[in-house]
């Protein structure tokens, strides 16, 4: 521990050591011995470096905390308009109108996941991020997800095939909001990335073993240096991607976040031109 030692101009910190080993010289002996370090330096830059990391925790809560009150201010009109858009679908019959109600509709989606996505990553960087373990099925999960993104992949002209294998009428017990909010970003992503072919979700779900979900897709694929940077926030694996595709970069890395708080791992397998298969491999025990 450090000491403090007078010295000329005030008090210095200082590590004194002590060797109590006795010491033969031919003048003199020495019983024990001191030595005295001055460490002025070391101690200021351990205090630099704990208030820059103290400065650098509170400017990341007070960001998480404005992205959280802007995400919700801004959610509140959102949802008014959307409301509203869907009264209107409903309302106008030829066809013209019908279309731009929905792009009304699909452009007020598209901002809202952006805003859910902010909210989210605020939320899991301020630690406040709750898993809830209910008893679900994981093929109701596969009816879901068949039913969210069908259309979407018959625009594309996109074939989408889901499936449920032998296990998966077992409940287990989980988070099915946030499985949901994982599979929506992969499937999502593997339908936007695919120009032609086909996306596949397969979930394996043995008795006795972790659930595994499978998508795998026909689309561009992906080189290793971007499989590895896809999990970065407000990354994606191309940066003119963002432009061509849009998204904000933050749905894998909150995919990945969201896996690792369940306790499991997700891996990447991806060529470019050869498509892309990601694997996520969930702990979640049947439900009693």
Same mark, same amino acid.
């Given at each position: ?90 309302? #106008? ?51 879901? #997800? ?10 594309? $002209? ?8 032998? $296990? ?28 032609? $072919? ?65 306790? $499991? #791992? ?11 298969? #990601? ?10």
């Amino acid at each position: 521990r450090p000491a403090l030692l007078a010295a000329a101009g005030g008090r210095v910190p200082a590590v004194v050591s002590v060797n109590s080993a006795p010491i033969s010289h031919p003048n003199r002996s020495a019983r024990v011995v001191l030595a005295v370090a001055d460490i002025t330096e070391q101690v200021a830059a351990e205090r630099d470096l704990r208030q820059a990391v103290d400065r650098a925790e509170a400017a990341s809560r007070i960001k998480s905390q404005f992205l959280a009150n802007m995400s919700h201010e801004i959610r509140t009109p959102l949802n008014g308009v959307l409301g509203m858009a869907e009264v209107l679908d409903r309302a #106008v019959t030829d066809a013209e109108h019908k279309r731009m109600v929905t792009t009304i509709r699909r452009s007020g989606e598209m901002l809202l996941t952006i805003l859910n996505d902010v909210l989210d990553m605020s939320k899991i960087e301020a630690g406040k991020m709750e898993l809830e373990r209910v008893a679900f099925r994981p093929d109701e999960l596969a009816l879901r #997800v068949d039913e969210m993104h069908r259309q979407m992949a018959e625009e594309k $002209g996109l074939a989408l095939e889901v499936y449920a294998s032998v $296990g998966a009428d077992a409940t287990r017990t989980g988070d099915p909001l946030r499985i949901m909010q994982i599979l929506q970003n992969l499937v999502s992503n593997a339908v936007k990335f695919t120009e032609a $072919g086909e996306v596949v979700v397969t979930f394996f779900c043995p008795r006795g073993a972790p659930m595994v979900i499978e998508v795998r897709d026909t689309g561009i694929g992906m080189t290793e240096a971007q499989s590895e940077r896809i999990f970065d926030e407000f990354e994606q694996a191309d940066g003119s991607m963002t432009r061509r595709f849009g998204g904000t970069g933050l749905g894998m890395a909150i995919v990945r976040r969201l896996v690792e708080s369940m306790g $499991g #791992v997700i891996a990447i397998d991806s060529a470019p031109g050869q498509g892309t298969t #990601v694997r996520v491999t969930l702990p979640l025990p049947e439900a009693v």
